[in-house]
């Protein structure tokens, strides 16, 4: 399956965007879809061969991974053009905070994290003491404002964490640059950018660590789990030592401060299995966004356009609702659903968590709407729809046609 780098023709969309207004299905009318698409996993023969071996030999896990685990380090360290720097660990969350630590993130040190993101990135800051430093929306492509970093950044400053939401790619040859010229640390989150690319690179290989994840949706799911890239051989040792509880290669050797975040076995194997499939997944949800571009063109709706400097790989399909119709945004996000289509209103900006918010006033570092308003003006017209896993044309167009009936009625 190619990516296409072309719009749709109108003759492949017509179909539905001349189609008759239906009942909506909130109204009592037929969804669109008969059953929501379920957010599972797809396994090959081989990799359910490879579980029951692995359930007859009964090793699930080992200390510093088992041989299943660094099979898929290595594998996800060359798809990524590095050499085994790669580090499975058991989430996205676990990740994190690794690479957090490894970066010497501590007590009142500030990472600067943008206001679109999971909570996750500001958990692992706060976990080791440190301070998010909160960074408005670049106006387009809603993903981290480079220029906003630059006046952001002050004397406690010690790494930039930029996070690829929706799969969207944060400008990361500027923020690299930012990072050497400052003497700053650069922490990749791309749980939701696996297979994404800015300026012609692989999202992961621009900081001193990458995260990843492959929990329920990623493009790359195995139930829970996840990795970190390292940069250097050194960032790379000290990943792996803190997931295994700080231990050297000695069984009572205690080199440092350590976590339990091994990944299992049998997660490895589902998610090699997925890596196979990797760009065969990134292909069709990017075939999906670029199909509800075209879809929605001649509508008031938007889809957030891609960043100049890279593509989407959508790990969701974040829309722009018109200034002017905030107020219906839950009843289209409950229309949208009604349908049998996946949709909800994105993760709140970092600034309006309530105990993140309460954290960051008592460290004299909150910032609200009046220096986030990108965020603040933005989040109130998104909704989010699905984009995958396994999302096909078809899907796609009925994606598409729920969205547009629903939006027809309540913009009437």
């Known amino acids: 399956m190619a990516i296409l780098d072309k719009g749709f023709s109108m003759s492949q969309i017509s179909d539905f965007q001349a189609a008759p207004a239906k009942e909506l299905a909130i109204r009592g009318g037929r969804p669109i879809r008969p059953k929501p698409i379920e957010a599972d996993i797809h396994v090959s023969e081989l990799a359910r061969e490879r579980v029951l071996d692995l359930l007859d030999g009964g090793k699930l896990s080992d200390y510093y991974n088992g041989p299943w685990a660094h099979q898929l380090e290595a594998a996800f360290a060359e798809y990524h053009g590095l050499s085994h720097r790669a580090v499975a660990v058991n989430s996205g969350t676990s990740a994190l905070h690794l690479a957090v630590t490894a970066a010497g993130i501590g007590p009142g040190d500030e990472v600067i994290v943008p206001a679109f993101c999971f909570v996750a990135a500001a958990i692992a800051v706060v976990q080791n003491g440190g301070i998010p430093v909160i960074c408005d929306a670049e106006p387009e492509s809603l993903t981290l404002d480079t220029e906003r970093v630059e006046a952001l950044i002050g004397p406690r400053t010690k790494a930039i964490l930029p996070v690829h939401f929706w799969g969207y790619p944060s400008n990361l040859p500027v923020l690299r640059e930012i990072c050497s010229r400052n003497g700053l640390l650069l922490i990749e989150d791309c749980a939701q950018a696996l297979g994404a690319s800015a300026d012609g690179k692989k999202v992961g290989t621009f900081g001193d660590y990458a995260t990843y994840a492959f929990s329920v949706r990623k493009h790359i799911a195995c139930g829970e789990g996840g990795m970190v890239l390292c940069h250097t051989e050194d960032g790379y040792e000290r990943v792996r030592r803190m997931s295994n509880y700080?231990?050297?290669?000695?069984?009572?050797?205690?080199?440092?401060?350590?976590?339990s975040y091994r990944l299992t076995e049998f997660s490895s194997i589902v998610a090699l299995d997925g890596l196979g499939r990797l760009d065969e997944e990134v292909c069709a949800r990017q075939q999906a966004g670029r199909y509800y571009i075209d879809a929605l063109r001649d509508s008031s709706l938007t889809v957030v356009p891609e960043p100049r400097w890279g593509g989407s790989v959508y790990f969701k399909c974040p829309i722009l609702l018109p200034t002017d119709s905030i107020q219906l945004r839950q009843?289209?996000?409950?229309?949208?659903?009604?349908?049998?289509?996946?949709?909800?209103?994105?993760?709140?900006?970092?600034?309006?968590?309530?105990?993140?918010?309460?954290?960051?006033?008592?460290?004299?570092?909150?910032?609200?709407?009046?220096?986030?308003?990108?965020?603040?003006?933005?989040?109130?017209?998104l909704i989010e729809i699905e984009s995958g896993p396994h999302l096909s044309l078809e899907e796609a167009r009925l994606t598409s046609q729920a969205v547009l009936n629903v939006w027809r009625h309540f913009a009437a």
Request: hydrophobic share 35%; with cysteine; aromatic share 10%.
């Open 246 to 259: 700080g231990k050297g290669p000695g069984w009572d050797d205690y080199i440092s401060i350590g976590f």
């Open 331 to 381: 009843k289209v996000v409950d229309a949208i659903g009604a349908e049998n289509v996946s949709c909800r209103v994105p993760h709140r900006p970092l600034y309006s968590i309530p105990w993140l918010s309460d954290y960051l006033k008592q460290h004299g570092a909150f910032r609200g709407t009046q220096e986030c308003p990108v965020a603040a003006a933005n989040h109130p017209r």
